[in-house]
């Protein structure tokens, strides 16, 4: 007998299914959606084709005033008044290739640190009070400090500039703040390969005693033997208006600009002794090591410079020069960079420069070669120099080289800061004042055979080092294959 609970739960489900409608039959799909229609824009013609390319830039080279104050100094002014902007720079004319190894650079970080006026922090201010993009700092060949500032602050900028031109005054909590610094910076620059390297080809290229054998910052034990009164006495040598030049670019009038300058440096007295560019040092002498290697080991990459004392910058070849530089290795489509990068994927870029200074600079040609094909780099190296030195270069090659040379000029004169700079290479070097309005044409004149003679007067396969930075163990005997001699090897810390 069921249980009543049970009964009513069968005769619930038997009522329920009673009730419920029978099934209905599935929808038909729905019909398929039309493509959109082509979306038409106003200017599909021109999306048609790709655009023509701009013509190309003209240059045109900047007009340079010139003046002079009443103590001699003289003044070279590019006026531009696109901008309400001024750029000045008071470029005098030494740098680190007089005095012991690193001074002259020491002194140029120094300038802006105090003077008998102002402290470091004041001049700081100042500087951050008007607006200034300023700063202090010397290569080989000059020491500079400049300002860059709106028209209406020109005034302060230059009696900041004075004053740290004309009053330096050394003081010895900042000169042992900025030799910490620079200490630090050496040690750094031990354990970057690119700093190794172009440290190694000075070492290596030049004799003890020459300005260009030691970097620029010194040594260790230069930048330790550093004194106050030393920095002193350089800045008394050699700070003085007939070393001088003031560089202006911008939003000022030529009579305006000499009477303030005049105001602010006119008073300036003093005369600087007489000094040589470095001379070219002699010769490699027979036997002499012609491969120098610096040991990192484990690196994966060596750093490679085929190096050679090269020219100072007022030689007569400079054009030629310029040309056969940029075909060799200045430009992404030079014979180095299309030999060991696209040819044979040694490198990411290999180039080739002449560093031309005071006195005679160091040729470079090299990159940053995968570690199992240095050898390998170093002979196709050795093979362009040679070829471009024997071989006339073709004439396209040529066009296209001097070309790239023309095009680069409009750059150098893009900003006021960029003109300034420009410009104050003419009073660096003693060239003149229409040496941009004349360069377009003079390297547009150079012919293949004056490229080919002024390689070959000023490099040769007998003068050329090479200098490296990597793993000796890995890399040694292939070098050695070359039949150049073994290396002359150092350690990293060198």
Known sequence: MRSPSLSLALGALALVAACTPPALPPAPPPPPRPAPAPTVTPDAPFRGQAPAPAPEPTFVPPVIAQAALSNGVPVLLVERHDMPVVEVRIVVRRGGEVGAPGVGAFVGAMLSQGTKHRSALAISDAFETIGADWGTGASYDATLAHAQVVSSQLDPALDLLADCVRNSSFPRAEVERERAKRLSTLAQ???????????????????????YKLPLMGTDASLRAVKPDTLSQFFHDHFTPDRATIVVAGDVTKDVLVAKLERAFGSWRGRAAKVDPPAAPPPPAAGEPRVVLVDRPGATQTGVAVAQVGVARTTEDFYPLLVASTILGGQFTSRLNLNLREKHAFTYGASASFEMRHGPGPFRAGGAIVREHTAEAVQEIFAEIERIAKE?????????????????????????????????????????????????????AVTAAEVQKAVAAHLSAEALRVVLVGDAAAIRGPLEALGLGAPLEYPASK
């Open 189 to 211: 620059d031990r354990d970057r390969p690119a700093t190794l390297l172009a440290n190694m080809v000075g070492f290596t290229l030049y004799p003890d005693g020459h300005a």
């Open 392 to 444: 006339p270069v073709a004439d396209d090659e040529l066009a296209d080289a001097k070309s790239y040379l023309v095009r680069k000029l409009p750059a150098q004169f893009e900003t006021v800061q960029e003109t300034a700079s420009s410009v104050a290479q003419l009073a660096v070097y003693g060239l003149p004042l229409d040496d941009y309005a004349t360069r377009a044409a003079k390297i547009a």
